[in-house]
């Protein structure tokens, strides 16, 4: 029988989380050059905008998504790295 501690578990799911998070900090990266902009200010000028653009509207769709599960994946990490976190 195989036996794996907590530590050992906490690394496996800190590498994973930290792989994840790095892919959508790539692609919120991405978004903010294209755009010459943060997410905040992006989203400011989609709200103001009098006509639609459709390839901004795609976009601020992605990078609204982007910035919400790097949020979450942050928080993950956060908790991990505090051993807030079972193992069932």
Do not use: C, P
Not at 26 to 51: G, M, P, T, W, Y
Request: hydrophobic share 40%; glycine share 2%.
């Amino acid at each position: 029988m195989l036996t794996i501690n907590k530590e050992k578990v906490a690394e496996w799911m800190l590498l994973s989380y930290l792989a994840e998070q790095k892919y959508y900090e790539d692609k919120i990266l991405f978004l903010e050059r294209k755009h010459n902009a943060n997410f905040v200010s992006f989203e400011e000028q989609i709200n103001k905008s009098s006509s639609e653009n459709f390839s901004n509207w795609d976009d601020y769709i992605d990078w609204k998504a982007y910035h919400n599960l790097y949020l979450n994946v942050s928080k993950m990490i956060e908790d991990v790295r505090l051993g807030n976190f079972k193992v069932a």
